[in-house]
């Protein structure tokens, strides 16, 4: 919590509006993704707990996404929350679990956009970013902003000898950039760095701009990207000529209607 704390108030210091935090930076990730050890699991936090309050405190005017194991209904999540020292502006249960994660975590069930300081956002964790479908959505309700937080490791099944070759890490900056630019929103990644348990991961935060272009970049190293830009102004100008989201053609995608029939 304190290194959190002094991220945060460090972010505050140099100007930054928005502060994107990896997944499980509070309290952990699993060790395993193919056999987590379910008894030495991540301690669980209340949204309205004291851990998510003090993270409200230090953020102030910061607009601040962080990842932690939450508790709701005896279920374990994945989660994250978008918060500001008004409070909690957003939150997302990750939806899509690879492996044996599912022996963790139960699943979300939903992407919802929701505006801040900074604009309308969404949030994503993880796997999540895999899929399509979850950005879209996200772009579909108005997010113009894009958090996507990661605990993404190297390949459990095929690991490289050295990170940026492994297939992992060029999946990773390949999603960042196709989510980005697919929908023309501002993507930022953020994912942790170093081992827990038998995962090394990839580190490779970036923002990336609404056509797919990488602003700012760290390697696997702990480390911020950071970059200054107008999010309205730059996903204006990606949708001036090309707007992707109004130039669907929905009626063509019948296998991704609804169990009522309607579009998603």
């Given at each position: 919590?304190?290194?959190?704390v002094?991220?945060?108030?460090s972010?505050?210091?140099?100007?930054?509006?928005?502060?994107?935090l990896?997944?499980?930076?509070?309290?952990?990730?699993?060790?395993?993704?193919r056999?987590?050890?379910v008894?030495?699991?991540?301690?669980?936090?209340d949204?309205?707990?004291?851990?998510?309050?003090?993270?409200?405190?230090?953020?102030?005017?910061?607009?601040?996404?962080?990842?932690?194991?939450?508790?709701?209904?005896?279920?374990?999540?994945?989660?994250?929350?978008?918060i500001?020292?008004?409070?909690?502006?957003g939150s997302h249960?990750k939806?899509?679990?690879?492996?044996?994660?599912?022996?963790?975590?139960?699943?979300?069930?939903?992407?919802?956009?929701?505006d801040?300081?900074?604009?309308?956002?969404?949030?994503l964790?993880?796997?999540?970013?895999?899929?399509?479908?979850?950005?879209?959505?996200?772009?579909?309700?108005?997010?113009?902003?894009?958090?996507?937080?990661?605990?993404?490791?190297?390949?459990?099944?095929?690991?490289?000898s050295?990170?940026?070759?492994d297939?992992?890490?060029?999946?990773?900056?390949?999603?960042?950039a196709?989510?980005?630019?697919?929908?023309?929103?501002?993507?930022?990644?953020s994912?942790q760095?170093?081992?827990m348990?038998?995962?090394r991961?990839?580190?490779?935060?970036?923002?990336?701009?609404?056509?797919?272009?990488?602003?700012?970049?760290?390697?696997?190293?702990g480390?911020?990207?950071?970059?200054?830009?107008?999010?309205?102004?730059?996903?204006d100008?990606?949708?001036?000529?090309?707007?992707?989201?109004?130039e669907?053609r929905?009626?063509?995608?019948?296998?991704?209607?609804?169990?009522?029939?309607?579009?998603?």
């Amino acid at each position: 919590m304190l290194k959190i704390v002094t991220i945060i108030e460090s972010a505050k210091r140099d100007g930054l509006d928005l502060l994107v935090l990896p997944d499980a930076s509070l309290g952990g990730y699993i060790d395993s993704l193919r056999n987590p050890d379910v008894a030495e699991l991540p301690p669980t936090l209340d949204i309205d707990g004291p851990e998510i309050a003090a993270i409200m405190a230090a953020a102030g005017d910061l607009t601040v996404c962080i990842g932690y194991t939450e508790l709701s209904n005896g279920l374990r999540y994945n989660a994250a929350a978008c918060i500001t020292g008004d409070g909690v502006l957003g939150s997302h249960r990750k939806v899509h679990q690879p492996l044996g994660e599912s022996l963790a975590y139960a699943a979300g069930d939903r992407f919802d956009a929701f505006d801040t300081p900074v604009g309308r956002m969404g949030m994503l964790i993880d796997y999540d970013k895999t899929f399509p479908e979850s950005a879209r959505t996200l772009a579909l309700g108005g997010a113009r902003i894009i958090a996507a937080l990661s605990a993404w490791p190297a390949s459990v099944t095929d690991r490289a000898s050295s990170l940026p070759n492994d297939r992992q890490s060029r999946l990773f900056d390949l999603y960042d950039a196709a989510r980005a630019a697919e929908n023309q929103v501002v993507l930022v990644s953020s994912n942790q760095t170093g081992v827990m348990g038998s995962l090394r991961f990839l580190g490779q935060a970036k923002i990336v701009g609404p056509g797919g272009d990488v602003l700012a970049k760290t390697r696997d190293k702990g480390g911020l990207a950071v970059c200054d830009i107008d999010v309205d102004a730059e996903v204006d100008r990606a949708r001036r000529v090309l707007h992707h989201l109004e130039e669907r053609r929905v009626d063509t995608y019948p296998n991704l209607l609804d169990e009522k029939g309607s579009s998603n």
